[in-house]
């Protein structure tokens, strides 16, 4: 198509600065230990937290709502695409989470687009952002009407000052947004400090408990359970996509947040329902977190044993208090480099370049799960030294 020919030239252009980005292939089940692009390794890569996606019950219940349901709805939720499957599973995850009610949109990245379109309608609200949230908050607040104001990651003295510009205290609305366990550094929002200045300030809070949800406070409840604010943050998202290991997010909150949603929330009225399965294994998702909490201790003890490798070793593991664990390397094309190397020694772990962080914060990410044993994170820990100081990282 001569049309499109300027886009090999964009393609040339983004191998060149080292963001093309050609896909690592699966080639069985995604698991602690499995094999991608033909070779097998150690995973550090997923989001399985819970190491849910080889469950057993889970994969059960898939095949069981299949067999039950078909294999899909055909329909929007608001036409004929929301089962009575679909209906317990959001009764559930409000209790999850603790709130009056639950709206479950396409993924985790709809659930924040729409909740940010959907309650800053106005040039007269303001959307408050952490610099370091993530993209589909981003990409929320630029479908949103309000004026955004980005604060300095964590900042508590400059998230204050913008709440008391008195540009800000005149707006209509005003709604702060942060991601719970922030995905690429792994460290906590600070929700105490955040509720208070909110509180203080009349500004509705949403926290996106992407990387929270099933994995941090009592049964995996998420960040607001964890630091004890239930009743004082208003907008909860969650994904499905991660320690649920299938897909979706959903919007916990009041029962007129849900009600206001499902009437308004684009992704929600224009895009079709969670075929039976992928709720059957949320369902079966939820019992397993309540009846093997064992899984969230072997996920907290195995992110505490890689971790404290990683720094004896001398890595920079930023200021990660997760499972999600940055090692540092400053420079994109070392990162790669590192990465390949690893998995030459049998582990994988992705480097994650500018845009996705900021340059000069070029790092491999990883993240452990319930599903590694002591023998993996000890192979992986050995191969990122012996990388490592190839490398003159460490
Ligand atoms: C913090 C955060 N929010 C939202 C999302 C999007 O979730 P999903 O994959 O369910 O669309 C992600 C996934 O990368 C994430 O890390």
Redesign the pocket.
């Known amino acids: 198509m001569k049309r499109l020919e300027f886009l090999k030239q964009e393609v040339e252009t983004l191998k060149a600065e080292s963001r093309f980005i050609q896909p690592h292939v699966l080639h069985n089940a995604q698991d602690a230990v499995c094999n991608i692009d033909g070779k097998e390794v150690v995973n550090l890569t997923s989001n399985n937290y819970l190491c849910l996606t080889t469950h057993p019950k889970v994969k059960e219940a898939a095949i069981k709502a299949t067999q039950d349901w078909g294999i899909g709805t055909a329909a929007v939720r608001t036409i004929i695409g929301t089962t009575t499957m679909h209906e317990e599973l959001e009764k559930r995850l409000a209790e999850f989470k603790g709130t009056e009610g639950a709206l479950v949109i396409q993924?985790?990245?709809?659930s924040?687009t729409a909740t940010c379109q959907s309650l800053m309608t106005s040039p007269d609200d303001v959307l408050i952002s952490d610099e370091l949230n993530?993209a589909?908050i981003i990409d929320g607040g630029r479908l949103a009407k309000a004026k955004k104001k980005i604060y300095r990651h964590s900042d508590m003295e400059h998230l204050k000052q913008i709440l008391e510009d008195p540009e800000v205290r005149k707006a209509r609305r005003k709604m702060l947004v942060t991601?719970g366990v922030f995905?690429m550094d792994g460290d906590i929002a600070n929700l105490p400090a955040i509720v208070e200045l909110c509180e203080k300030n009349d500004c509705i809070i949403m926290v996106?408990d992407?990387?929270a949800s099933g994995v941090i406070g009592p049964q995996g409840r998420g960040t607001v359970a964890h630091f004890n604010l239930k009743g004082r943050v208003d907008i909860q998202i969650g994904?499905?996509?991660?320690a649920f290991a299938t897909?979706?997010?959903y919007v916990a909150g009041t029962k007129a947040l849900k009600e206001y949603m499902q009437s308004v929330a684009r992704p929600f009225l224009f895009s079709s329902s969670h075929p039976p399965s992928i709720i059957a294994t949320c369902l079966a998702g939820l019992d397993v977190i309540y009846n093997e909490p064992q899984r969230l201790q072997k996920l907290w003890d195995n992110a505490k044993f890689f971790k404290e490798e990683l720094k004896k070793a001398g890595f920079d593991t930023g200021a990660s208090q997760t499972p999600v664990t940055p090692v540092m390397v400053g420079d994109t094309l070392k990162a790669k480099k590192f990465s390949a190397m690893l998995f030459e020694e049998g582990v994988f772990a992705l480097a994650i370049g500018f845009p996705t962080v900021p340059l000069g914060k070029e790092r491999l990410r990883t993240i452990v799960t319930a599903g590694h044993e002591i023998k993996d994170l000890e192979k992986a820990a050995a191969a990122f030294k012996k990388c490592g100081r190839a490398l003159g990282i460490i």
């Open positions: 993924s985790g990245f709809t924040n993530h589909s991601d995905s996106d992407a990387h994904t499905l996509s991660k897909i979706g997010g």
